[in-house]
Antibody, heavy 125, light 108 residues
Framework: QLQLQESGPRLVKPSETLSLTCTVS??????????WGWVRQPPGKGLEWIGS?????????KYNPSLKSRVTISVDTSKNQFSLNLRSVTAADTAVYYC???????????????WGQGTLVTVSS | EIVLTQSPGTLSLSPGERATLSCRAS???????LAWYQQKPGQAPRLLIY???SRATGIPDRFSGSGSGTDFTLTISRVETEDFAVYYC?????????FGQGTKVEIK
């Protein structure tokens, strides 16, 4: 059974970089037909896609334009992990951050399944 | 980007009743590239439906999805206690993929 687990600091200072890692177990991250993505949810609010990455050597990435200037997603196939860096954070970036596997549907990035349990990251001095 | 508007915001039902949740897109979602998720408090979202009428693995058949174009519906034929949660739709027709704001199904 495929499982994903987020890890990283729970508290980040304003203007610094939020860094999270997602560890995939029960299956390989080097799988065709899937991207690996990050989704966030501010407390009491809805879901926002951040970006996704493919496992291949070039690590093809796709980002939400609203965050693209601050986001980098990378993959480490040897560790079966992928990571999120979000730069220059503010209080508005406080959210539960989820990692998830994302199905490729023809040329589109599709649905998310399964999801990690999520980790709350708070931006505060 | 495509904006998804879910209605109603909250649906109050008794166990055994039928739930009808709506997701309306700001522009046509071609090929019915739409999914539904269930989220319970303190938990990650769980995929229910994709494409827009295929049930994910392990999802009971009381959950069904339908629709095309700009109007999509998630139906729970007979709501059970475990179904009280927040439900989100997601479109994956155009980038960026977007989610609706959610519909809360609560116990009446």
């Amino acid at each position: 059974q495929l499982q994903l687990q987020e890890s990283g600091p729970r508290l980040v200072k304003p203007s610094e970089t939020l860094s999270l890692t997602c560890t995939v177990s029960g299956g390989s991250i080097s799988t065709s037909s899937y991207y690996w993505g990050w989704v966030r949810q501010p407390p009491g609010k809805g879901l926002e896609w951040i970006g996704s990455i493919y496992y291949s050597g070039s690590g093809s990435t796709k980002y939400n334009p609203s965050l693209k200037s601050r986001v980098t997603i990378s993959v480490d196939t040897s560790k079966n992990q992928f990571s999120l860096n979000l730069r220059s954070v503010t209080a508005a970036d406080t959210a539960v951050y989820y990692c998830a596997r994302q199905r490729v549907v023809y040329v589109n990035l599709g649905w998310f399944d399964p999801w990690g349990q999520g980790t709350l990251v708070t931006v505060s001095s | 980007e495509i904006v998804l508007t879910q209605s109603p915001g909250t649906l109050s039902l008794s166990p055994g009743e039928r739930a009808t949740l709506s997701c309306r897109a700001s522009q046509s979602v071609s090929s019915s590239y739409l999914a539904w998720y269930q989220q319970k408090p303190g938990q990650a979202p769980r995929l229910l439906i994709y494409g827009p009428s295929s049930r994910a693995t392990g999802i009971p058949d009381r959950f069904s999805g339908s629709g095309s174009g700009t109007d999509f519906t998630l139906t729970i034929s007979r709501v059970e206690t475990e179904d009280f949660a927040v439900y989100y739709c997601q479109q994956y027709d155009s980038s960026p993929g977007t989610f609706g704001q959610g519909t809360k199904v609560e116990i009446k």
